[in-house]
């Protein structure tokens, strides 16, 4: 019995024997695992556990304004300007403040000279127990300083972490503002918010009219006038407080009259405005074609309540496309204009109206949806940044912040294509179809011939110059580097326009279709001044932008004098019209000698500096642009000689149009003298002393130029967070260029 049971022992023994040893090999692998990661971790964990402070525990820092969600204002203290805030530890243990910085350096001056932070009672680093706060102080002394308002940021450094920041050590920020005022109180300090939406009284008046069964809609084309002449003042008030030498290195950014908050804070999207030297001259054109415009729309009498209400919402986004800083708000206003031109040209307009206004608008909304992916993309990449107010963020729509990315140093690509090539081209379609820049120009003939005078000299004198000022305001300033691998093709597509335009408006008989075929040549000019990437170059463009509104807002406005005569166009039906109408004779000839570039009016200044700028880069384009002058010259003097020259068509003295007046043509009477009359006084003064326009616009062409100029090998700049890239940033000169510029924000961002 006793050796049965023994061999069954050493039998279950035996098969017991195979599963246990797999499970020792297993445990014995564990352990040495095991081993190998305490060895690895235990040098490290000791390292960590030796630190001082390492079990204590950590402070959490908060900073806390006066006014919850919005900067730190610095008021008035003697000659300057003093403000603070508060940095309060919200955590179990000590919170070591190692610095406080105003958010700038001498490679990029944020801010204007003079500003300062430092902790209550002196220094820039302190310890604070738990529950304790400390206050910053932020003082601007303001003497010798050029700027009249200040927007900013104070950073804070410390030991611990804020509330959703990444890692100890996370900087925090938080927003300053002060303002010196102008003069004009409230209305100062805002001026550029009251000229924008100041047109929007007339809408209110409108719908409180149709409310109201208000029959007199007479009153309400007098209104909308005195809304532009207001606002007419406003602009000459802006022009002359504004600092013709203030730049880059004065302090935000370059732009003057800025007002800066955050709009929708879930999307990062902030009001912000503001002027430079690229955009003041378009402020001053707006407001001077919209009330020429208004005078202009004396010559409507159907349906004026939705007339005056589309076209004060029209001025409205004209003005808030030349003063947006935000590409969010700069997109909203550039999409504001769409629908009332729409319905402008779709209502008012001429027998082929629905078809006009159809194409102008699915040419638009085309160019805005390619817009739109742009500044959705440059929105998703942005990095780091802040708010107005200091909130962090790494998405923003700020124009000042997205030009500090080092975007061709990101190597980011679109369809294995770089992406900022990519990105240039979406914008650059969006606006070149607004220009409008051949091929995409189709639609600016019919939307002329169509749209009722006061809407030609607007769309003519205003909305094409929105094309030009896009691409120097985004592409010149956010992609420089795409844009200098795409300025020979701008400068090639300039050239087409300007002898393609030529050539057409010298086959028109339509005298309106003329002015708008000369429109696409002269637009030309300016593509081509941009493509030279020269000082000279952007100069011309700016200038030949101002000129062209006025030019061609007169002619126009004229073109609209004699078709309320006798409602044609044709120019092959008059001859003789000197006889009949010649102080309006003396008036077109001035026009159309100012749009040919005669010297001594406004028109020359433009061309010549195209030419200067652009001759040392594309001789042959030069050259070949210079055939588009004679050509020009050729269709204006044609016209000028079927119209108004030779005898006069006895058959007009039958003219059903014409028999309130016994048979002849009536001179130009005194509302539309008004409305020619400023127009032709800024092109003859220009003419000879164009030093007031240029004048507002020298800093503002040398600050684009710097940002395009060609940069050497030393001058690329590193992706921020990439290695060396602080290192590069703060050796480089701030003559460098656009490049270094970018570069050295690394540290700050």
């Known amino acids: 019995m006793s050796n049965l049971s023994f061999v069954n022992v050493r039998r279950g023994f035996a098969l017991a024997t195979p599963a246990r040893s797999t499970s020792m090999k297993c445990l014995l692998s564990l352990v040495a695992a095991l081993s190998v990661v305490l060895g690895a ?10 630190a001082p402070g390492a079990l204590e525990p950590r402070g959490q820092i908060a900073l806390r304004a006066e006014v919850p969600g919005a900067p730190v204002e610095l008021t008035a203290s003697g000659p300057d300007h003093a403000g603070s805030f508060a940095i309060e530890n919200r955590g179990d243990g000590p919170l070591r403040v190692t610095r406080v910085i105003v958010r700038t350096s001498p490679e990029d001056p944020r801010v204007p000279p003079g500003v300062s932070a430092e902790l209550e009672g002196g220094g820039t680093a302190a310890t604070l127990p738990p529950g304790a706060s400390r206050k910053v102080v932020v003082r601007w002394r303001t003497a010798g300083v050029r700027a009249r308002e200040l927007y900013g940021h104070v950073v804070v450094e410390s030991d611990a972490v804020g509330a959703g920041a990444a ?67 406003l602009a000459a008030w802006l ?84 003063i947006a800083l935000d590409l969010f708000l700069f997109f909203v206003f550039w999409e504001v204009m769409l629908l009332p031109m729409y319905f402008l040209i779709g209502i008012w307009g001429g027998p082929r109206r629905e078809y006009a206004a159809i194409k102008f608008f699915l040419y638009t909304l085309a160019g805005s949806v390619f817009m739109l992916l742009a500044f959705i993309w440059l929105y998703l990449n942005a990095g780091h940044t802040y708010l107005v107010d200091g909130q962090a963020t790494e998405r923003i729509f700020s124009i000042p912040e997205l030009s500090r990315v080092a975007w061709a140093a990101q190597g980011l690509d679109i369809l294995g294509i770089p992406a900022v090539k990519v990105v240039w ?134 073109v609209g004098v004699v078709y309320d005569r006798v409602h044609t166009r044709d120019i092959d039906k008059f001859g003789g019209l000197a006889s009949e109408m010649p102080l309006y004779t003396a008036l077109v000839g001035f026009a159309f000698m100012a749009s040919l570039g005669l010297p001594g009016l406004s028109g020359f200044w433009g061309e010549a500096m195209t030419f200067i700028g652009a001759f040392p880069r594309y001789r042959a384009l030069t050259i070949l642009a210079a055939v588009g002058v004679i050509v020009t010259a050729a269709y204006h003097l044609w016209a000028l000689q079927r119209m108004f020259l030779g005898t006069f068509r006895a058959s007009w003295r039958q003219s059903k149009y014409l028999e309130p007046f016994g048979g002849k043509f009536p001179e130009i009477n005194r509302r539309e003298l008004a409305s020619v009359a400023p127009l032709a006084a800024l092109v003859l003064l220009l003419g000879f002393w164009p030093r007031p ?31 060396g890239a602080d290192s590069a940033a703060s050796a480089r000169a701030p003559s460098e260029g656009a490049a270094a510029s970018r570069g050295a924000l690394a540290s700050a961002r």
């Open 425 to 558: 081209i979406w914008l650059f379609v969006g606006f070149a179809i607004k220009i409008p820049m051949f091929p995409f120009h189709t639609w600016l003939p019919d939307a002329h011939v169509e749209a009722p005078t006061a809407i030609s000299v607007i769309l003519a004198g205003v909305l094409l110059k929105m094309g030009t000022y896009g691409i120097l305001r985004i592409n010149f300033t956010l992609l420089p580097e795409a844009t200098q691998w795409a300025a020979p093709a701008m400068a090639v597509f300039g050239v087409i326009n300007i002898l393609y335009g030529a050539f057409c408006a010298m086959a028109q008989s339509d005298l309106k279709k003329l002015v708008a075929y000369s429109s696409v040549s002269h637009m030309g000019f300016a593509l081509l001044a941009l493509g030279a990437m020269t000082p000279q170059g952007i100069q011309a463009c700016l200038v030949q932008m101002f000129n062209h509104g006025l030019i061609t807002g007169m002619l126009f406005t004229l």
């Open 167 to 233: 890692a100890p050590g996370a900087t925090l920020a938080m927003g300053i503002h002060a303002e010196r005022g102008r003069g004009l109180g409230f209305v100062g300090d805002h001026i550029l918010s009251i000229i924008t939406f100041l047109p929007l009284l007339g809408v209110v008046a409108v719908f409180l009219a149709h409310l109201l069964r208000y029959q007199d809609d007479r009153k309400l084309r007098l209104l909308t006038v005195v809304l532009m002449g207001v606002n007419l003042v």
């Open 41 to 50: 971790a235990l040098p490290a964990l000791a390292q960590a556990l030796e």
């Open 239 to 322: 022009y002359a407080q504004f600092d013709r030498g203030f730049t880059s290195a004065d302090g935000n950014d370059g732009y003057q009259f800025i007002e800066h908050g955050v709009w929708i804070r879930s999307l990062n999207v902030e009001y912000f405005v503001g002027v430079d030297g690229v955009s003041i001259s378009m402020v001053l054109l707006t407001a001077l074609i919209s009330f020429v415009g208004a005078l202009a729309s004396y010559s409507v009498h159907d349906q004026l309540k939705g007339y005056f209400a589309m076209y004060n919402l029209l001025v409205t986004g004209m003005f808030g496309v030349f």
């Open 693 to 723: 326009l240029l004048s507002l616009i020298d800093r503002g062409a040398l600050e684009v130029h710097r940002l395009v100029d060609r940069p050497g090998q030393s001058q690329i700049a590193g992706a921020p967070g990439t290695p």
